[in-house]
């Protein structure tokens, strides 16, 4: 028990009554997010992975077959907060990882606080806070409905990974800084790293890992769900010239010709080996914090970020993106076992889904798929409005949102018929969507509603460029896949509960991930996240 001595006999009495009537609850809830995880991932992998890793959750598990994203855009920031939060971009307010703030004049990042300060380093990557969240998250409602006497904690390599989940009310998120491979916080949580994240840093696992090199985990022959290893639309690593195995990570290393930003730790982002390193880190955080060791319900909101960032550099049909999994697999089984031999399974509550999908490489399915040429478009656009009034009344372009100046001179309704003739004949535009008024969207009412849940008033742009399915923009001629999109390959992603309370079985009704947050609140009987609109999945508690 936490703190009892400090308690008076009445309030002692008291919790120990609703200690003794609680006590099917779960000493741990683990939330997992595979960041960039299709959901096609689990079956065409299916015969290369362990029986204790995802095999296990699958077969003795809840699992959603039919779970999607509710809205667009389908990027990180909105899919972490969505899950914590039981609502959509439009409540919860992470409308991207970036947008245009038009009171601020600027693009904002969706974690970054100015007013904070970076604990654990002497970079400014710990200037990060939850402060542009509009709603609550599943941690927040569990430290209100305890007391704060729950441990709630965020941790993945990026900050939004950890920081969006966990919310305001936690007891700490820490994220990776790629300028020194540390764990570090910031000064919103905490004025210094608790002892056990300065021992964790102090073994400096990343200098370790990149000792390594990365070879396929399996005979190469194994990997024939995938295509051949040496093929185009794959992004070598830095300073490179084929994307290739095996990869000498200390070699790649200790190139010198780092641009402003990149730096040695930021290769260990797109390897297998920031994922091992996220677990290792989430173990020493449940040891140093204590978590799940008691019959308060602690909360660990733990996301593995490296898959996105090979996902991003290979593409979805890579070998370096199966191997990626493969290894995340075995990463999973040696967890499970952990809070296995820790805890007990039957004590711990998980559910495990991804943040967002992944889009084809045009290269490979070309037609009808292609690349949205973003430059050529956004100053083609200009130049026409230009033309035709006399200036330019876009103010930015981001997120294929065009914010324009807000100003009574302009007539809105002429700008955006010419912002729909130009765009017209543009490859890849599907159509023109006035953010303010769905009532003309016309595309798919489906597409629609997904899009208008992404919009937020005060912070979305005023037309979205909608693309055809398959297109996306054309930075990724270079390499790789990326997502964002309304449509069913970035929406579709694993949805599983397991654990404790949790009755196997398999659902394949369409399940929002909206959903997920009211779900674990009802498995913990407390109040549903304040922008929650999901509904509780019905068959995932036992009764």
Request: with cysteine; glycine share 10%; charged share 20%.
């Amino acid at each position: 028990m936490r703190n009892l001595k400090l308690l008076p006999l009445t309030i002692l009495l008291l919790f120990f009554t609703t200690w003794a009537f609680g006590q099917q609850r779960p000493r741990l809830v683990v939330g997992i997010i595979v960041d960039q995880m299709r959901y096609d991932y689990l079956y065409r992998y299916w015969d290369d992975l362990s029986e204790n890793g995802f095999k296990r959750l699958l077969q003795q598990g809840y699992v959603v077959h039919n779970g999607h994203y509710q809205y667009a855009p389908t990027l990180t920031g909105p899919g972490h907060s969505s899950v914590y939060t039981g609502s959509s971009p439009a409540l919860h307010g992470i409308i991207g990882n970036e947008w245009y703030s038009r009171q601020e004049k600027k693009r904002v990042y969706c974690a970054e606080d100015q007013q904070a300060n970076t604990v654990g380093s002497n970079s400014v990557e710990g200037k990060m806070s939850p402060r542009r969240l509009t709603a609550t998250t599943l941690a927040d409602q569990l430290e209100l409905a305890t007391n704060r006497r729950s441990k709630t904690i965020g941790i993945a390599l990026k900050d939004r990974g950890a920081i969006l989940p966990v919310g305001f009310l936690n007891d700490g998120a820490y994220w990776y800084d790629k300028t020194n491979g540390q764990f570090i916080t910031s000064d919103f949580y905490r004025k210094t790293l608790p002892d056990w994240v300065t021992k964790f840093n102090d073994q400096h696992l990343p200098d370790q890992y990149l000792e390594k090199p990365w070879t396929p985990l399996l005979p190469m022959e194994r990997y024939d769900e995938s295509l051949p290893d040496e093929r185009p639309y794959e992004r070598p690593y830095l300073n490179t010239e084929k994307a290739v195995f095996p990869y000498d990570l200390k070699a790649i290393s200790q190139i010198k010709r780092f641009g402003a930003g990149e730096t040695p730790y930021g290769i260990l982002l797109a390897s297998p080996y920031g994922n091992a390193l996220t677990a290792a880190f989430a173990k020493a955080a449940i040891e140093g914090e204590q978590l799940g060791m008691d019959s308060i319900t602690d909360l660990l909101a733990l996301s593995f970020s490296s898959t996105d960032y090979v996902g991003h550099q290979f593409g979805p049909y890579s070998v370096e993106t199966q191997d990626i999994y493969l290894r995340l697999d075995r990463e999973l089984a040696n967890f499970l076992d952990y809070l296995d031999n820790t805890i007990g399974l039957d004590r711990v509550n998980i559910f495990l889904t991804a943040d967002h999908g992944g889009a084809d490489i045009p290269g490979y399915v070309s037609p009808p798929s292609g690349y949205f040429k973003t430059g050529d478009f956004e100053q083609g656009l200009a130049n026409h409005l230009q033309e035709k009034f006399g200036m330019n009344p876009i103010e930015f372009f981001i997120n294929e949102q065009i914010y324009l100046y807000q100003q009574d001179s302009i007539d809105v309704g002429e700008i955006e018929a010419e912002i729909r003739a130009f765009s017209a004949d543009f490859p890849g535009v599907y159509g023109i969507i006035p953010l303010h008024d769905f009532g003309h969207c016309a595309t798919d009412p489906r597409v629609c509603e997904k899009i208008r849940k992404g919009f937020m008033p005060a912070r979305s742009g005023d037309f979205l460029v909608q693309l055809y399915p398959g297109w996306f923009s054309d930075y990724y001629l270079k390499g790789g896949t990326t997502h964002g999109s309304p449509y069913a390959y970035d929406t579709h992603v694993p949805i599983i509960f397991f654990g404790g309370n949790i009755a196997p079985g398999d659902n394949y009704d369409p399940i929002w991930i909206e959903d997920i947050a009211p779900t674990v609140s009802e498995l913990l009987k407390i109040s549903w996240p304040s922008g929650a609109t999901g509904k509780v999945i019905g068959g995932v508690l036992k009764h």
